[in-house]
């Protein structure tokens, strides 16, 4: 079960400051090295930018793949002045 939680882990894409396209490169690298199936992860601010990844990969480069699941939650962060915040996060699961 472990070595599971280490694939995901590996076939998992944090979206953060980057342009988009690093990101759809990213997922594409992982299909090209046979992942069966990518995770990318977001929240708050950078949720668009997740659904506009999967969207262009999808669409563009892998017409093949289909959106396995789409989980949305909320997180809870500690700030720099150390007061919990709420965010939303989503993990959309791509599959071949």
Known sequence: MDEDKKEMDQNTIFIGKKNTMSYVLAVITQFNQNADM?????????????VDVSEIVKNKFVNSLKVEKIIISTEEIITENNTPMKVSAIEIVLSK
């Open 38 to 50: 990518v995770t990318i992860k977001a929240r708050g601010k950078t949720i668009s930018k997740a």
